[in-house]
């Protein structure tokens, strides 16, 4: 299909291991973006790329999460030390039009 | 305070009927307001795009009202098929949103 692509679409981690999470967003989409969400939340913001470049990481909760777009296309969201607190769906989205966000199915993290 | 508040509901209508939510928002800069569907276990899905007073799409109308800061969702003959979460969003940024936690809607025979 077209749309956003995230994979893993399940993530189980212990507590302290590192993980990533990669989003393939819909091809020409220049903007892209990573939410996270909680059961009974709405996605909080994390990160936003136009292009290759973090046009705006103020929502990243401290520096054991980041996130790259190496090429303006794939991104991948990377967190260290993983925490219990991180347990959440991780959305990504991308755009052509700002605020018209196409999610993909998110990927599940559970941290034991 | 939340920049985007919403009642968590849930709404239970009866099929055909007409509901209306209400999403509160305090960034009075913000120019752009949208409504997203959310199914259980599933992704967001833009709904309705709000840039002016208001906008309207079949069944459903989105109205902004800037003096008070709020944004509206009236869905008219309602079906099953629209049980769902109703996400609230206001530009943030550029091109950043911020979501309202949502309001569940269930419709039933």
């Known amino acids: 299909g077209a749309g956003v692509s995230q994979t893993p679409s399940n993530k189980v981690t212990e507590k302290g291991k590192y993980v990533e999470l990669r989003c393939d967003p819909i091809?020409?989409?220049?903007?892209l973006y990573w939410y996270r969400q909680s059961l009974g939340q709405g996605p909080e913001f994390l990160i936003y790329?136009?292009?290759?470049?973090?046009?705006?990481d103020s929502g990243l909760p401290n520096d054991r999460f980041f996130a790259v777009r190496p090429e303006g296309s794939v991104s991948t969201l990377k967190i260290q030390r993983t925490e219990r607190g991180d347990s959440a769906v991780y959305l990504c989205?991308?755009?052509?039009?700002?605020?018209?966000?196409?999610f993909g199915e998110g990927s599940r993290l559970t941290v034991l | 305070r939340k920049e985007v508040e919403q009642d968590p509901g849930p709404f239970n209508v009866p099929e055909g009927a007409t509901v209306a939510f209400n999403c509160t928002y305090s960034?009075?800069?913000?120019?752009?307001f949208f409504w997203y569907r959310q199914d259980c276990r599933k992704e967001p899905k833009l709904l309705m795009s709000v840039y002016s007073s208001g906008n309207e799409d079949g069944r459903f109308t989105a109205q902004l009202n800037r003096a008070s800061q709020y944004i509206s969702l009236l869905i008219r003959d309602s079906k099953l098929s629209d049980s769902a979460t109703y996400l609230c969003?206001?530009?943030?940024?550029?091109?950043?949103?911020?979501f309202g936690k949502g309001t569940m809607l269930l419709v039933s025979p």
């Open positions: 091809s020409g989409h220049t903007a």
């Open positions: 790329f136009q292009g290759t470049g973090a046009a705006d």
């Open positions: 989205a991308s755009s052509l039009i700002a605020g018209e966000l196409f």
């Open positions: 969003a206001q530009n943030s940024g550029y091109s950043t949103l911020t």
């Open positions: 960034n009075s800069a913000s120019q752009s």
